[in-house]
């Protein structure tokens, strides 16, 4: 009888190793799969029908997405000014202003101030709309300051009421930024049914790219409506860059950090690390 036993957990334990191994070789097939559709798009400008059929029949659902992710990138996005008066004007629209690194002593840079002024005027367009700060800790001399937090305390001080502001705080990069913030409006702000980002005008298609993708990823119903801008005298992000955000919504950080530290293309890196 103990023989019998032993042999069946034997069995069992033996069946479950080839699964997961099965499972983790599946997984490695997708994520290389999907990096070359990523990078190959960012460096030619075309889609790769063949690796988007393979992972299509690997996996319907997440080839059917990642079409829909490469469609979101070819769409041109216009920079506007200001926000449209066509959005929705209760709570369920929420204006997402992406941060950008501070200085070392924990104030804040004349850019992120400018993004922070073109929020304000769309908090007053829109004085029913919840408003994200996102953006975690960049400043090399003061580990306690936060771009989420700075900005956020910028917004009160000008006369915006603090239980519309929420902080998200711990993201480093832009793909973090939409995940975390995803997160944190899926858990407590079901009610979100659109999304303005608010940032600089060259980090707009890439803020629009990647909270629309995550979007997708998710299932969400959220929609990446809008978006207002501060028109930066200098700035550019590459389409590789986009890339290398887009690999790391998809999971694939290392390859995603890699590409970062090679094609990081605006002003300084900040300190970035793999979130743990």
């Known amino acids: 009888m103990r023989r019998r036993i032993f042999a069946m957990t034997l069995v069992c334990c033996l069946f479950a190793a080839v699964f997961c191994a099965a499972a983790a070789e599946e997984e490695v097939m997708t994520q290389s799969l999907i990096e070359r559709i990523v990078v190959s798009y960012a460096a030619e400008g075309t889609r790769d029908e063949e690796a988007l059929t393979v992972l299509s029949s690997a996996d319907p659902s997440l080839g059917e997405k990642w079409g829909r992710i490469l469609d979101l990138w070819e769409a041109p996005v216009t920079v506007n000014d200001s926000l449209p008066d066509s959005l929705m004007s209760d709570d369920s629209l929420c204006l997402v202003a992406l941060g950008f690194q501070l200085n070392p002593d924990g104030t804040m840079r004349d850019e992120l101030i400018e993004r922070l002024k073109v929020l304000l ?90 909270f629309g993708a995550e979007a997708i990823l998710r299932d969400s119903a959220v929609e990446i409506c809008s978006n207002a801008a501060w028109h930066a005298p200098s700035g550019t992000l590459s389409a590789m860059f986009q890339a290398g955000a887009l690999l790391e919504l998809a999971g694939d950080v290392e390859t995603a950090f890699s590409i970062y530290y090679e094609t990081y293309d605006i002003h300084e890196l900040p300190p970035l690390h793999k979130d743990s």
């Not at 408003?131 to 910028?154: F, H, K, L, Q, Y």
């Not at 998200?168 to 858990?187: K, P, V």
């Not at 407590?188 to 803020?207: E, F, L």
């Open 121 to 210: 005027r769309a908090s007053e367009q829109y004085p029913n709309a919840l408003i994200v700060c996102t953006g975690g800790g960049t400043a090399a001399d003061e580990p306690s300051a936060t771009e989420a937090g700075r900005m956020a305390e910028w917004l009160v001080a000008q006369g915006v009421d603090s239980d519309r502001v929420i902080v998200e705080d711990h993201s480093l990069t832009t793909a973090q930024n939409a995940i975390y913030t995803f997160d944190i409006l899926e858990e407590r702000y079901p009610q979100i049914r659109q999304i303005a980002i608010i940032s600089s005008d060259y980090h707009i298609a890439t803020g629009t790219l990647l």
